[in-house]
C-alpha cells in the first residue's frame, strides 16, 4: 500500500495551513469572546449589544461569512480582503467569538455569583474580582465548549478551499489528478487526518476539564 | 400452601463481597403485615426488590401464591403485575398527571378500556384521598401526595400482596404523617403488606410481625411487644435501645 | 444597492427551498436514526457500542463537504447503486444530524432512564412498553432545547451543499458573480435570509416550548 504513503507525501503543507487557520482563529477568537463574555456578565447595559452580536454571528453559516468578505468585500477594501489568509481568519474569527462568548458566559455562571460577591465582600473592586476569581476558575468550566469550538473551528477550515488556500481538502481535490487517478483514496485520508486533528485535542481538553473539576470538587 | 408470598434460601451477591441476603426465607400470609427493620445497609431494601422481582436473585426460590417466580421461563411481567411495590424515592411518571401515573399499567398491561381504567383509577386515588389532585403533575405535588399516589398507583391493579420499601424515609418528617395515615387505613382493610421501614410507632401499631434483619439475614422475628420489651439477640437488643434513646430525645 | 438582485432572486428563492428541504428533512430523519443510536449504545453492549462510537467520531470529526464527496462518488464506488446526487445529499445530512443528535438523546434517556425504568416495571411493564411509554415521552421533552439548537447547526451546515454543486442558497449566491453591485449586494441578502430564517425558527420554538411544556420536566440551561 505504497499510494497513500505517496498521497499523505502532499499533506504536510497543507495540514499547517489548516492548523494556522484554525488555531489562529481559536486565539483571535478567544481573545474577543472572552471580553465579550465578561461584558455581558458584569456590564448589564452594555450585554445587549452582545446578544446582537452573537445573534448575528451565530446565525450565518461560516463559509457564507467567508465569502461575503472575500468575494464581497474585496472590491471596497481590497486590502486586506483580498488576501484570503486574512480574510478566512477575520471570518472565522467573528464567528468563534460568538460561540466563545457563550461558552465564557456558562462558565462564568457554572462558577456561581457567589464567588463574585464573596470577593467584592472582602474589598476587592470588579475588575481585580474577576482577575483574581474568576479567571483562574473559568476555564475548568469552559473546557469542554473550548474542546468543541475548537474542532469546529478545524473543521470549518475546510471552506478555505473555495477561496485559493491549500488546505486539507483543496491538496485532496488536487490529488484527484494525480496516480492513481482515484477519486475516493484523497478524501478519505483527508477525513482521517481531520479526524486526527480534532479528536484527541478534543478528548484530552475535554478529560482534562472533568479532571480539574474533580479536583476543585465541583 | 396458604401464604401469599413465600421466599426459601434466597441468597443475593453485590460484587463478590457484599452479601445483601445472605440465606434468607420466611412467609407472608393473607391480611398479615409484616415490617422488617434494622441497620442501614444491611440489605432490607435488597431483599424487597428480590422479593418483588426487580432485582434477580443469585440462588433461592420466592413463591406468589404457589406459583414459583424463580422458575425458568416465568413471565415475569406478568408476576410484577400482581406484586405492588412502592418505592422509597416515589419515581412517579414525570410526563404524566397523578390521574395519568395511576392509569398507565391499568391500560397497557391489565389492557383495561379506556373509562373502566380511568373509573378504577380515580377509585385508587380516592382510596388515598388524592381523588381532588388527579389532574397535578408530580411536580406540582409534596413529596407525601407524590407517594400517596405511588400508593394509588400500586394498589390499582389490585395486587396480591403491596411491598413497600421505606416508603416514608425520602420524606420531611411533617409530610410522612399523611403517608403513614394512608398504610393505616389499608392495614384496616386488610391488605397483605411487607415494609421495611423505621416508622416504629406505626409498627407497634399495625404490624402482625417484626422482622430484624442485619448484615444481610433475618436474625430474630417476633410480635412488635417482643422488641419493644424484651428483644432476645445482642444486636436487635442494642438497635432497639439506640432507636428508643432518638425516640426519647425528639 | 440591491436594484441590481432582480433577475437574481428566483435562484436565491429556489435555493431557500432546497436548504429548508434537506434541513428539516435531516433533522427529523436525524432524530429517528439519532434515537435509535442512543438505544443501541445504551443497551447494545460493547461491540454495538464500538461501532456506533467510530460512526459517530467520523460524522462529528470531518468536514461536511468531505462527508457529500466521499457520499458521491464513494458510493457508487462500492455499491452497485446508482443513486440521483440529491439523494445522496439528503442521507448525508440525515446520518450527520443523527451523529450529533444521538448525544443528547442518550444523555436524556439516562438522566430519566433508571428509577423510571424500575417504576414501569414494578406496575408490570415490560421493559420495551416503560421504554416507550415512560423513558422516550420524558426523554424527548428534555432534548427540546439541544434540538432546536439542532436545527439551526443544520440549517447553516447545509451551506456545503453549494460548494458540491447544488443549488441551495449558498449555490445561489455562488452562482452569481459579475460586478461588485451585484456580488456584495447578493452575499448580504443570502447571509440575511439565513439569519432571519434561524432567528425566526429560534423564537418560534421557544413559544412552542413555553406552551406546551410539563412542569417538572424542564430543562436545566445547557
Known amino acids: 500500500m505504497d499510494v497513500p504513503h505517496q498521497i499523505l507525501s502532499f499533506f504536510p503543507f497543507p495540514i499547517l495551513n489548516t492548523l494556522a487557520i484554525s488555531v489562529l482563529s481559536f486565539i483571535f477568537g478567544l481573545a474577543l469572546g472572552f471580553p465579550l463574555a465578561l461584558l455581558k456578565a458584569y456590564m448589564k447595559r452594555l450585554g445587549y449589544l452582545v446578544d446582537v452580536y452573537e445573534k448575528i454571528f451565530r446565525g450565518i453559516p461560516e463559509p457564507v461569512l467567508i465569502l461575503l468578505f472575500y468575494l464581497g468585500m474585496t472590491f471596497y477594501l481590497p486590502f486586506p480582503f483580498s488576501n484570503p489568509y486574512f480574510t478566512v481568519i477575520f471570518a472565522l474569527t467573528l464567528r468563534s467569538a460568538a460561540n466563545q462568548s457563550q461558552i465564557f458566559r456558562g462558565a462564568i455562571r457554572g462558577i456561581g455569583e457567589e464567588q463574585m460577591a464573596a470577593a467584592r465582600s472582602v474589598g476587592f473592586s470588579k475588575l481585580s474580582s474577576i482577575r483574581h476569581i474568576i479567571i483562574p476558575q473559568v476555564f475548568t468550566y469552559a473546557a469542554s465548549g473550548l474542546a468543541n469550538e475548537y474542532a469546529l473551528l478545524v473543521k470549518d477550515s475546510a471552506y478555505a478551499f473555495a477561496i485559493g488556500i491549500i488546505e486539507i481538502t483543496k491538496q485532496a481535490e488536487l490529488l484527484r489528478s494525480y496516480p492513481p487517478y482515484d477519486i475516493v483514496t484523497p478524501y478519505i485520508i483527508a477525513a482521517l487526518l481531520y479526524i486526527l486533528l480534532t479528536f484527541p485535542i478534543a478528548t484530552y481538553f475535554d478529560a482534562w476539564g472533568s479532571k480539574r473539576k474533580k479536583k476543585l470538587g465541583l | ?250 | 444597492m440591491f436594484e441590481f438582485l432582480g433577475p437574481y432572486l428566483p435562484t436565491i428563492a429556489d435555493g431557500l427551498v432546497l436548504t429548508l428541504e434537506v434541513t428539516v428533512f435531516g433533522l427529523f430523519a436525524g432524530l429517528g436514526l439519532g434515537t435509535l443510536l442512543a438505544l443501541g449504545d445504551i443497551y447494545g453492549g460493547r461491540v454495538t457500542s464500538s461501532v456506533i462510537r467510530v460512526y459517530v467520531e467520523f460524522f462529528r470529526g470531518s468536514p461536511l463537504i468531505i462527508q457529500l464527496i466521499l457520499a458521491q462518488y464513494a458510493v457508487p464506488a462500492l455499491l452497485p447503486l446508482r443513486y440521483p446526487p440529491l439523494v445522496t445529499a439528503f442521507t448525508v445530512f440525515a446520518l450527520n444530524s443523527a451523529a450529533y443528535q444521538k448525544g443528547y438523546i442518550k444523555g436524556a434517556l439516562q438522566t430519566v432512564a433508571q428509577d423510571q425504568m424500575d417504576a414501569g416495571l414494578s406496575v408490570g411493564m415490560s421493559g420495551k412498553q416503560t421504554l416507550w411509554h415512560v423513558i422516550l415521552p420524558q426523554a424527548f421533552r428534555i432534548v427540546i432545547p439541544a434540538w432546536t439548537n439542532e436545527f439551526c447547526s443544520l440549517t447553516k451546515s447545509t451551506s456545503a451543499l453549494g460548494f458540491v454543486g447544488f443549488m441551495d442558497l449558498t449555490g445561489a449566491g455562488r452562482s452569481i458573480v459579475g460586478s461588485e453591485y451585484i456580488v456584495l449586494p447578493a452575499w448580504i441578502i443570502i447571509a440575511a435570509i439565513y439569519l432571519a430564517w434561524i432567528t425566526a425558527f429560534t423564537k418560534i420554538a421557544d413559544i412552542v416550548y413555553e406552551k406546551k411544556k410539563i412542569p417538572g420536566l424542564e430543562i436545566s440551561p445547557v
Open chain 2, 1 to 250: 400452601m396458604g401464604s401469599v408470598m413465600e421466599c426459601k434460601h434466597l441468597w443475593k451477591t453485590y460484587e463478590k463481597h457484599l452479601v445483601a441476603v445472605k440465606d434468607v426465607s420466611m412467609s407472608i400470609g393473607k391480611g398479615e403485615i409484616k415490617l422488617i427493620f434494622g441497620p442501614s445497609g444491611s440489605g432490607k431494601s435488597t431483599f424487597l426488590r428480590c422479593m418483588a422481582m426487580l432485582t434477580p436473585v443469585d440462588e433461592g426460590d420466592i413463591y406468589l401464591t404457589d406459583e414459583c417466580l424463580t422458575a425458568k421461563g416465568v413471565n415475569l411481567n406478568a408476576a410484577r403485575a400482581r406484586i405492588g411495590f412502592v418505592f422509597q424515592h416515589i419515581y412517579l411518571f414525570r410526563h404524566l398527571t397523578a390521574l395519568g401515573n395511576v392509569e398507565l399499567a391499568l391500560r397497557y398491561v391489565q389492557k383495561l378500556p379506556k373509562n373502566q381504567a380511568r373509573e378504577r383509577a380515580l377509585e385508587a386515588l380516592r382510596e388515598v384521598k388524592m381523588e381532588e389532585w388527579s389532574h397535578h403533575y408530580p411536580s406540582q405535588l409534596s413529596g407525601g401526595q407524590q407517594q400517596r399516589v405511588g400508593i394509588a398507583r400500586a394498589l390499582a391493579h389490585d395486587p396480591r400482596i403491596m411491598l413497600l420499601d421505606e416508603p416514608t424515609s425520602a420524606l420531611d418528617p411533617e409530610l410522612t404523617a399523611e403517608v403513614i395515615d394512608t398504610l393505616r387505613d389499608l392495614a384496616k382493610e386488610g391488605v397483605t403488606m411487607l415494609i421495611v421501614s423505621h416508622e416504629m410507632p406505626f409498627a407497634r401499631e399495625v404490624a402482625h410481625e417484626m422482622i430484624f434483619y442485619d448484615q444481610g439475614a433475618i436474625v430474630e422475628t417476633g410480635p412488635p411487644e417482643h422488641f419493644f420489651n424484651h428483644p432476645n439477640s445482642e444486636r436487635a437488643k442494642k438497635f432497639m435501645t439506640r432507636l428508643i434513646k432518638r425516640t426519647e430525645r425528639e
